[in-house]
């Protein structure tokens, strides 16, 4: 491995001796074990190795940002020289800068060393799982990897953070099938710094593949009412970040797009609901532990019992805002478990659908939303009926966080969030 320490010091005299006044740069090493399956069978193991030098640095109150992924001294002068270019041709604004110095801190996360032995017997014995609990399953394909990543982090008013992470991540894609049924595909992600359970033991994989088996049966849904929608621990991370993009992102708050923009500690949700920011939750796996702008990560409340208590913002929007950086730029969501068992909540919906995945355009500037229900079951007198295709859904988001039902008790880690099943009421659904 490089001395990736040294690049960064190298970096830093360059910038300044070409006239940065304040600078950030960001150096990495990463290494990655990886399986492939496709069509059922192991077609691929492969180890990749990848570096890169990311500077940006400001000149007069001018941006400039560039991008190398070669440490030889060509390289890095040549990364410094365009990024001072950059600055130099870009356009002044005294809302750019970086964070103050902070603490120097060196991080170790995850298991940083790979056992390739261990890692590729519970691949092995994921697919055989699969194929013995779930024979209509046929899996399209399975990328397992392992990623260790070495990254120094610095900047010009003296903070540097340096990183050793690493982590197993298996994502996959499957369809189920019978005789000439098929179904669409489905996909299932688990990050994890562990070996010492079955892969289909985690996240919300077993479920996933008993609910695409499933859908081989289609029920007929037919007419149009207003009922509740559950969204599942994975579809419902999808609605979230929709909303806080709506209403709470960089761009929105910019632009004053936001119907948010004047709500903060008031109430934009129901009183039960709390979403929050987690990337040093143990939960989480190799968390933030910095920002892109050189702030130390902290975990942070977005809605805190239905009232907004922040925005996600980077350090500049919050500069030419007025409003506060975010904590944390991670999207660690995490949504602690509610009162309510998972069948308890399905029990008590008169009319409504339990939705798997979402497929729909960028919802409007006032959180409308539109679209088609995947991997979805109606749910009528409290009952699973069975599995529906092609029906569509039209809602708010912001109504949508106002109209909660329920939160179920239970909740799914997979190493990135970790989120429960929520119900919402006052969703238009429509049959055929």
Known sequence: ??????????????????????????????????????????????????????????????????????????????????????????????????????????????????????????????????????????????????????????????????????????????????????????????????????????????????????QLSIIPMEGKFEGVIVLTPGSLGGFLGNAISNFASDSVILEKTSIWLDKLEQQVADQRLTISMRPGDSRIVCGQRYTADGFRAEDYDLIKDGVLKSFLLSLYVANKSGFAPAKNTSFSLVIEGGDTPYEDMIRNIKKGLIIGRFSGGQPGTNGDFSGVAKNSFLVEDGQIKGAVSETMINGNLADLLNNLVAISKETVANGNSVLPYMAFDKVVISGK
Do not use: W
Not at 24 to 37: L, P, R
Not at 126 to 153: F, G
């Open 1 to 214: 491995m490089t001395d990736i320490k040294n690049i960064a010091e190298k970096t830093r005299q360059l910038l300044l001796d070409a006239g940065a006044e304040k600078a950030q740069y960001t150096v990495s090493e990463t290494e990655k074990h990886e399986f492939n399956v496709d069509g059922g069978e192991f077609s691929l193991f492969r180890t990749l190795f990848d570096r890169s030098l990311s500077l940006t640095a400001y000149k007069d109150q001018k941006k400039g940002s560039a991008f190398t992924n070669q440490f030889d001294d060509e390289a890095v002068e040549g990364a410094v020289t365009d990024c001072i270019k950059s600055a130099e041709s870009g356009v002044a604004d005294e809302s750019y800068d970086i964070a103050p110095g902070q603490k120097n801190e060196i991080f170790r996360e995850g298991a940083y060393e790979p056992d390739i032995e261990l890692f590729f017997n519970r691949a092995r014995e994921l697919m055989e799982n699969i194929r013995s609990r779930h024979p209509k399953i046929l899996m399209e394909q399975m990328i397992v990897s392992h990623d260790k990543t070495h990254t120094i982090y610095q900047n010009t008013n003296g903070t540097e953070f340096e990183t050793f992470k690493g982590a197993y991540s298996v994502s996959l894609m499957y369809s189920a099938h019978e005789g000439d049924t098929t179904t669409s595909f489905f996909g299932s992600d688990i990050y994890t710094d562990k070996l010492d359970r079955p892969f289909i033991e985690l996240g919300s994989l077993e479920k996933d593949l008993s609910d695409t088996e499933a």
